[in-house]
């Protein structure tokens, strides 16, 4: 145990490098046991995981409240589909670089009054971004597919990994695989990224922009330049859940990416843990299994699903749940977990003084 | 922020202990896959939709997906469903594709598409899954999988192409068809006057203005002369129609065609009142249902219906769907035996007994490629509401090509303004005028209980 | 002068500022809240919708279009009351994020609910009031006697607001309260009364847009007013969210753009092109066009 507190305390970044590794190795292990929907749910938990832990860094670390990330996504995504109506064999890295480069710029445009404006007024403008980008694309024409959207051929899956998993003979299951396979590695990649990131020094520099900005300006940090690259970091990681969201999906549309879809990674977010790595792993899973708790919700109580009420079940419960976390437990599941986590030690740390003080 | 090795511990391990959860909650771990799996067992088959249940488009068309959904209930209880086998008829929620509050999670098309397809035992096709930009979206997965996507709702052309997508199926009269229909009445009863056009602004709008100039009128592109577009799904902002009118009631445009869903039509209609504007409106059959649009100056204006006109209370396969609707109250609470029947209703039921049919003429060997065969061979011969035959074959996926010029002859209901006995015919997708063929009234069959 | 009404250029103004006022009136909600608590509501829209839905259903049962307005207005001074109590005063003193959340959760609470007890379609009052625009030798004038009780209200809606908050003991009250509540309270402020009370008047105020958009031609779906919640932010962003006549002229001049732009140019242009306006006001002036509160420099 010394030793392994040893290492995480000198090698960090190797430590968190060992940790991804694993992390990554258990779920492409899990993705080829499970079923193929399951493959599709691991998948979208990846994507919005990006997306969410993105947006954590913009409104955790850097106290920036932004409700535009569905924008940034929205970039993402018709970067990569535009790219493809191009290209009839579109490298799957080159157009994530481009979704991501795109974004990135948007960010830091978008960013800029940041820099000037504080609370509600820079919240109300990230929303009104959210709600101005699907129209704008649909204005752009047969370029950007107008309202239709863009599609283009599914991602192919290499007949090495069809047979390296035993699936040669059932395509449905070896391409659901390499889908969230392809969302997996990309996640940890993020993932990694990220958590070095909150140890950095420019992590450090966002967290004291967000307590006290006359005080980080006092000890020579950048307070604008800080707040701008909050935004560009968070823009490109959403951008890069967008544009494997089009890879994976093979379709883009824009209405996808309209407001709700930003709200909906705001509450996510809410929900996990704002700030926290793992917050955003477990909003990210929640996203994607919403739907089939919903519908399981509906089968036990025998509310028929197509009825109004069965329609907006979901949207009542997530209100709820929301309203329920950020009075009850503003720190999200992760601090849940947390809480329970010291709760359980002190009670064991409790018993320990007691059994001690038993003895004779 | 993981300051210390225990606290990011126990964020990994509530998260992965969530995970398991999650995905124990979802489905069976299973490693076998969905091979071989089609959807079909000895006593049931297992199809599915998705269609807008919340959001901008589900006022009215959420009760396509019902009405076919009563049939199979219906068919499933009086005749212990076809050839023995029960249907199981399943129904996701994609929001048209516009997630709203109601609509959270991320509920594309593409999502709820994947989560049917992998429904435990299988999917045997897609039947009547709603709308055009969302069904495009899922074209190159369905087929991908081998399962057919039949009947989509929506007259786009897009269905038609056989070549690309064999297993692939509208079952509607397309928008260029219904366009050469319109042109071709225009042009015979409203000699010499000016038409105007309002479409919405996708394949919708296109294909029904190039359905109008193929059947001999010239309207320009939208957007120039007395031709608009709007958009269907961008928010509303502004009043955009009140000024196309203003503009087509300066120019002394006489009739009016509409592509446009029933909410614009609505809206439409309404603020042409609103500035004393009274053209002949003629409104694509996806938009002009009486009881969905629900204004009382609708009465009067036009459209083409491929189903029976909804105040003939006479027709059996009216008798039937009233008939199907009454059984499922569950889904239908506010329709009585004095209920008229909405476009809608008709054509969900209408889709639903093509499928049926479909299901009987493959007997005991049901298979996803056997219905693709008997579509294109026998479909044309089966007995549906709709009053014109299908027109599928090997190179034809389109479906339906016709109907009936109908007036809205009141709130709730449709008249035949068609010579009795008669529908119109497009043809085929080109320039030649289209002719009168005969009407249909196929029987019901008793099967169908 | 006929010619001028009649012209394109005034039809356009006349409908610009007809659907400007409703802006302007979510605004105003949204600035009164804003002064009060320090809190931007995002349920805003969905308050009204909701209120406005408990009124219409009483309408159902047969009574007239003024008792319907004044039971949704009561309605929304109930609910914004209620709200406060419950939902907001948890969030005092917390950082901004929790409101936003809170009052996100509220927003989707209340837009499904209403869909799970009235359903997604269209809902109409009939108002006495004709829809109809004027005419004149066979050209429109686009103003309706709808439209003018359109404006109306919301003129007489911001009189209201405008004169509480700056000529009454309450509204002294009002602004003591929301700018130093502890001083207030030592003063004999029943400051946590006021709060309550300014919720209230807030909530009533974006009923009555409510109530006159389900009374025109798009009538009032479950989530259509979130396209005015956004709007409406935006007029009162742009007027500095602190000036009720500043929300009201911000929301007038946003309304008349976008049936500018509909009618010259594509009409998708008209929902993103108030966001160009709202950051370039911002950029010029961040503490809004009409504010005379000075912003703190970093």
């Not at chain 1, 649909?138 to 051929?153: K, R």
């Not at chain 2, 005991?364 to 035959?389: D, K, R």
Request: with cysteine; charged share 10%.
């Amino acid at each position: 145990m010394v030793s392994i507190k040893q290492f995480i305390a000198n090698r960090p970044t190797s430590a968190r490098a060992l940790a991804t590794l694993v992390a990554t190795i258990a779920l492409l292990g899990l993705a080829i046991i499970v079923d193929p929907l399951n493959d599709t749910y691991l998948a979208t938990a990846s994507i919005m995981a990006i997306a969410i832990v993105g947006l954590s860094l913009l409104i955790g670390l850097s106290g920036q409240v932004s409700i535009g990330n569905s924008g940034f996504m929205a970039i993402g995504a018709f970067t990569t589909a535009i790219w493809a109506q191009h290209h009839a064999h579109f490298p799957l890295l080159g157009s994530m670089a481009l979704s991501v480069a795109v974004s990135t710029v948007a960010g830091i445009v978008l960013g800029l009054p940041s820099t000037r404006l504080r609370g509600p007024y820079l919240a109300g403008m990230t929303l009104a971004f959210a709600f101005a980008i699907p129209p704008f694309i649909q204005s752009l024409g047969t370029f950007a597919g107008g309202s239709g959207g863009l599609y283009f051929p599914t991602l192919q899956t290499p007949a090495w990994f069809a047979s390296a998993i035993g699936e040669k003979d059932n395509p449905l299951a070896a391409n659901n695989t390499w889908g969230a396979a392809i969302a997996i590695v990309v996640a940890a990649v993020a993932f990694f990224f990220m958590a070095n990131f909150f140890h950095s020094r420019s992590g450090r520099a966002m967290r004291l922009v967000r307590d006290n900005d006359v005080a980080a300006e006092l000890v020579g940090v950048n307070v604008a330049r800080t707040r701008v690259l909050a935004f560009a970091i968070s823009a490109a990681f959403a951008g890069l859940a967008g544009s494997l969201l089009a890879i994976i999906q093979s379709s883009v549309l824009p209405q996808t990416f309209g407001v709700a879809l930003s709200i909906e990674l705001l509450s996510l977010l809410v929900l996990g843990g704002l700030g926290t790595l793992g917050g955003a792993m477990i909003a990210g899973l929640i996203a994607a299994y919403s739907d089939s708790i919903v519908s399981r919700i509906n089968s036990w109580t025998g509310i028929d699903p197509v009825s109004n009420l069965g329609g907006s079940l979901k949207g009542i419960i997530f209100g709820l749940i929301l309203i329920a976390t950020m009075l009850l437990a503003p720190s999200g599941l992760a601090g849940l977990g947390h809480r329970i986590s010291r709760f359980v030690r002190s009670r064991v740390a409790q018993k320990k003084a007691l059994s001690v003080s038993e003895t004779p | 922020m993981f300051r210390s090795p225990l606290r990011r511990a126990s964020a990994i391990a509530a998260a992965s202990a969530l995970s398991v959860g999650l995905v124990s909650t979802g489905a069976v771990i299973t490693s076998a896959g969905a091979s071989g799996n089609d959807g079909v067992t000895s006593n049931s088959i297992t199809i599915g939709a998705t269609v807008p249940v919340t959001g901008i488009a589900s006022p009215g068309y959420s009760d396509v997906a019902k009405a076919a959904k009563a049939a199979f209930k219906y068919v499933n209880s009086k005749s212990n469903g076809v050839n023995g086998r029960q249907i199981n008829f399943l129904i996701k929620d994609d929001c048209y594709e516009v997630p709203g509050f109601g609509c959270t999670g991320t509920p594309s098309t593409y999502s709820q598409t994947q989560a049917l397809l992998n429904t435990s035992g299988g999917l045997f096709a897609t039947v009547g899954s709603l709308g055009t930009a969302t069904q495009d979206s899922v074209r190159s997965l369905l087929d991908n999988n081998g399962v057919p996507q039949l009947f989509v709702n929506s007259g786009s052309s897009d269905w038609n192409n056989a070549s690309q997508y064999p297993r692939l199926f509208g079952w509607q009269t397309d928008y260029i068809a219904e366009g050469k229909i319109f042109a071709n009445y225009i042009k015979a009863n409203f000699k010499n006057k000016s038409v105007g056009f309002i479409g919405q602004n996708d394949d919708f709008g296109a294909n029904g203005l190039t359905g109008l100039n193929r059947g001999g009128l010239s309207i320009p592109a939208m957007g120039t002369g007395d031709s608009f577009s709007y958009e269907a799904t961008a928010a509303v902002a502004g009043n955009p129609f009140g000024s196309m009118l203003s503009k087509m009631k300066n120019d002394k445009v006489a009739v009016v065609v509409l592509d446009s869903i029933p909410v614009a039509t609505k809206n439409i209609i309404q603020d042409a009142h609103a500035i004393g504007f009274k053209p002949q409106f003629v409104i694509s059959g996806v938009g002009s249902d009486p009881q969905t649009v629900n204004n009382k100056y609708e009465v009067g204006a036009l459209s083409l219906t491929f189903l029976p006109p909804t105040s003939d209370a006479k027709n059996a396969w009216n008798v039937w769907t009233k008939k199907v609707l009454l059984a499922d109250s569950a889904d239908f609470p506010k329709f009585t035996a004095k209920s008229i029947l909405t476009g809608n209703m008709q054509y969900g039921v209408g889709w639903a007994v093509t499928f049926m049919q479909a299901l009987r003429a493959m007997g005991q060997n049901v298979t996803q490629s056997g219905i693709v065969n008997i579509l294109e061979t026998q479909g044309s011969s089966f007995a549906t509401p709709a009053v014109t035959a299908l027109k599928y074959s090997s190179s034809n996926h389109q479906g339906l090509q016709g109907g009936l010029m109908v007036k809205i002859s009141s709130a709730t209901a449709t008249t035949s303004i068609t010579k009795a006995g008669t529908v119109y015919s497009a043809g085929d997708g080109g320039t030649a005028a289209p002719t009168t063929t005969k009407y249909i009234t196929s029987p019901v069959p008793s099967w169908l209980g | 002068m006929i010619d001028l009404l009649t012209s394109r250029v005034m039809g356009d103004i006349f409908l610009g500022v007809t659907q400007g006022v409703l802006y302007g009136l979510i605004g105003l909600s949204l600035v009164i809240v804003w002064q009060s608590t320090n809190i931007l509501n995002f349920a805003q829209g969905a308050m009204a919708m909701f209120a406005t839905y408990v009124g219409m259903t009483l309408l159902e049962h047969g009574l007239n279009y003024w008792a319907c307005l004044a039971i949704s207005v009561a309605a929304g001074f109930v609910l914004g009351g209620a709200t406060e109590r419950v939902l907001v005063r948890p969030l005092y003193g917390k950082p901004e994020i929790n409101s936003i959340v809170v009052m996100v959760g509220f927003l989707g609470i209340l837009e499904a609910g209403a869909i799970a007890i009235w359903g997604g379609t269209s809902r109409m009052i009939v108002s006495p009031f004709s829809l109809s625009y004027f005419q004149h030798n066979g050209k429109t004038i686009f103003l309706s006697p709808f439209a003018i009780l359109q404006i109306a209200a919301a003129v007489t809606v911001m009189l209201i607001v405008a004169g509480l908050f700056r000529f009454t003991k309450l509204g002294l009250q009002l602004r003591a309260a929301a700018l130093a509540p502890e001083v207030a309270r030592l003063l004999g402020v029943r400051v946590n009364r006021l709060l309550t009370l300014g919720w209230a008047l807030a909530s009533a105020a974006g009923a009555v847009a409510a109530v006159v958009i389900s009374s025109g031609f798009e009538g009032l779906t479950p989530t259509n007013m979130d396209v005015y919640f956004v709007f409406g932010f935006i007029a009162a962003a742009v007027g500095g969210l602190e000036s009720p006549l500043g929300a009201v002229l911000a929301g007038v001049l946003i309304g008349m753009l976008q049936q500018f732009i509909v009618d010259y140019a594509p009409p998708s242009w008209a929902s993103f092109s108030p966001v160009l306006i709202l950051v370039v006001a911002l950029m010029i002036r961040p503490q809004g066009l009409f504010s005379k509160q000075r912003v703190r420099r970093v």
